[in-house]
């Protein structure tokens, strides 16, 4: 098991390197970022002596070798825009972020499963049709549309939810969270629906598939010649079963929207990292985008890691192949 | 015949313990209805071992699935009763079924690398069997799943309670099959060729088991198969099964030496025995029809040797001295 993890963080490490070099060489390739920065009357040799505070005269290789050489001191640089420590800007917008998608997929997992169980129950029934066209509906309408549709209809017309910003926060240590105030979730509701409505659909599109899956079983049929309640085989025999293509779904989905949160944060002025992603990428402010993207294929490895023990607890012969 | 089942034969004329009479069960598909059971009368006393012997397709495990009520949509039985002990299992309600099922009526599967939940502890599967029909604690249902498999010949319990299913070999499962097939000491089980998927050494071993076990806490056993021969040192009778009917019934010496249907006739000749040793097997000729279109009266028809005219309207059960019936307007009487 420790060599379990250790293997992976090493392939973690892997995937960091190859991901920074990549991004480097692209951003490097997209434009020279001190034409942002500079006023446009600006001579020439202010353009030059700003390229050389910014390290930017040196090659891309020299560039390159001397971040790695400072990341690993976990010094991710400094924001070529503010000046502030680019690991700094991306943790105060941090909680932001990871508390919406954290409400929008408890949402998506709460509604999704229930739903696509019950559709993978009875697949003919009328009830069960309406499940499936309504997720069609869910996941292939465009995320921003959902959203402006919410404003409309929740800020606009019924004007009962706020339709921008975050709520007020309290602080907890140095993390800032809005979802202990009334106020925080009034502003959460919308921008959680938004994104939680199409990982809904999809929860529910994962979850009928398994459980039509599952139904067919022999231990199914057992279970109910043993003369188990209906209660029991669904909530044990069946729901132990398709607990894993859950899990990988709903683990790939959370990942994908903590780090790309971007277009329901655009739509709902909400202040998290994705917003801070678009922007520093307009500005080809690349220690941020380079320090985010880092951040993000670290927190994914994790993300991974955590669902792989996930099986081992749901899913005994996983157990074993690990076992070395 | 030995004493015991003697015994068994006897008490079955006093008062059956389960009475199928002309049950059919058809499932209707997109390309019509196939009638898998179609007129099955079925009787067994108590303690009284079945064998229920025909191909496959032939209806048999239909049969098992209805007894139990665990027919599922397209399926459905359309026709005939299933009195068991009292009940009438047809038109019971789902809740009184469920009561019944895994208590007083436990059934054994085919292949046991599917029958157990691949992702519930050993322990897990045996405890809720007991505790889904009676209120005891759990440790009372330990305790219970323990000595189950004890009974059925589990070396090292305790380990093997706390096993994943994934970790036991196949004869193994079905041990553990079994022993919740018996847990609650039901009257009847029905073993759907639980046998077929084990090893030739394991079958006799698990066959001869099952016989002692139902013998010993005077269970009443149908035992479903293809296999003639499995039956024969098992069964008290046995019942042929061809195309969703009962065509022959008996008591196993008299069914498997003086066969009076022709099919039947024909499933003991494919058997190789020390009489046909380095001889070609006898074959039933043509295939069995499909449960879809079956041919006009007796099903078997169109592959008999003794086929006569009369045999386009379809033969009622004929009932002979000895317990016998037999489905056949030609049988070798």
Redesign the interface.
């Known amino acids: 098991m420790p060599v379990f993890i250790i293997n992976r963080l090493f392939q973690a490490f892997g995937v960091i390197l190859v991901m920074s070099v990549l991004v480097f060489v692209g951003l490097y390739l997209i434009g020279d970022p001190t034409s942002m920065l500079v006023s446009p009357e600006a001579t020439e040799i202010e353009r030059q002596a700003l390229r050389k505070a910014l390290g930017l005269d040196q090659s891309i290789w020299v560039q390159y070798l001397t971040f790695l050489g400072n990341a690993a001191q976990g010094d991710f640089g400094r924001s070529f825009l503010t000046g502030q420590p680019a690991l700094q800007l991306i943790i105060e917008r941090m909680p932001a972020t990871v508390e919406l998608v954290i409400v929008a997929m408890t949402f998506s997992v709460l509604v999704g499963v229930p739903l696509g169980i019950l559709a993978g129950l009875r697949p003919k029934a009328p009830s069960s049709k309406a499940i499936m066209t309504g997720s069609i509906l869910g996941f292939s309408l465009p995320n921003f549309w959902i959203g402006l549709m919410l404003i409309m209809l929740f800020a606009v017309y019924l004007g009962v939810l706020p339709a921008s910003a975050r709520g007020e926060t309290v602080s907890v240590g140095p993390v800032a969270l809005s979802i202990l105030t009334i106020d925080g979730w009034q502003h959460l509701a919308l921008p959680a629906l938004t994104l939680g409505l199409a990982k809904a659909a999809l929860m529910i599109r994962v979850t009928r598939a398994a459980t039509r899956e599952v139904l067919p079983m022999d231990y199914i049929k057992f279970a109910r010649a043993k003369g188990l309640r209906p209660s029991r085989i669904l909530n044990v025999h069946l729901l132990k079963n398709i607990l894993i293509p859950i899990i990988t779904v709903a683990g790939l989905e959370f990942g994908q929207a903590i780090a790309f949160a971007v277009v329901t944060e655009s739509v709902f002025s909400w202040p998290g990292m994705g917003k801070l992603l678009i922007d520093s990428i307009i500005t080809l402010d690349r220690p941020v985008v380079v320090a985010y993207l880092i951040m993000m294929v670290f927190f994914l490895v994790i993300l991974n890691l955590v669902v792989d023990i996930l099986y081992m607890a749901i899913d005994p012969s996983a157990r074993e192949k690990v076992r070395d | 015949m030995d004493v015991s089942s003697m015994q068994a034969t006897a008490t079955a004329k006093r008062e059956p313990l389960l009475s199928i009479k002309g049950l059919k069960t058809h499932f209707a598909t997109r390309a019509g209805v196939v009638k898998a059971v179609d007129g099955v009368d079925i009787e067994l006393g108590r303690g009284e071992i079945l064998g229920l012997v025909g191909e496959s397709g032939s209806g048999k495990s239909i049969t098992g699935f209805s007894i ?1 009520g ?1 027919i599922d949509p397209p399926g459905r039985i359309v026709d005939g009763s299933i009195d068991y002990d009292g009940f009438d299992l047809v038109s019971m309600g789902e809740e009184a079924r ?6 007083d009526i ?2 054994i ?1 085919q ?1 046991p690398s ?8 050993i322990d897990t599967q045996l405890i ?2 007991v505790q ?2 009676a209120e005891v604690s759990t440790a009372e249902a330990r305790q219970r799943a323990r000595d189950a498999l004890v009974q059925v010949g589990i070396p090292s319990p305790d380990e093997r309670l706390k096993a ?1 299913p ?2 036991l070999s196949g004869g193994m499962r079905q041990r553990i ?1 079994i022993a ?1 097939a018996l847990i609650n000491k039901p009257k009847l089980i029905i073993a759907d060729e639980p046998t077929t998927a084990l090893d030739v050494s394991i079958q006799g071993q698990i066959i001869y088991e099952v016989k002692q076990l139902c013998r010993k806490t005077g269970t009443a056993l149908i035992w479903i198969t293809h296999d003639l021969a499995v039956v024969a040192g098992l069964a008290d009778r046995i019942s042929v099964m061809y195309a969703g009917r009962i065509v022959e019934t008996g008591i196993t010496a008299d069914v498997i030496e003086r066969p009076l249907h022709p099919y039947t006739q024909g499933l003991i000749d494919s058997v190789p025995s020390h009489a046909t040793r380095g001889r070609r097997l006898h074959q039933i000729k043509g295939m069995t029809p499909s449960l879809l279109n079956l041919p006009q009266g007796c099903a078997f028809r169109e592959r008999c040797e003794r086929a006569t005219p009369e045999c386009l309207v379809a033969p009622e059960p004929t009932l002979l001295p000895g317990g016998k019936s037999v489905r056949c307007w030609n049988p070798a009487l």
């Open positions: 139990l665990l469920r009561q019944l099922r895994g208590n436990a059934m599967f292949d599917m029958t157990l939940n691949p992702v519930l502890r809720e069997t889904a029909h994943y994934y970790e099959a919740i």
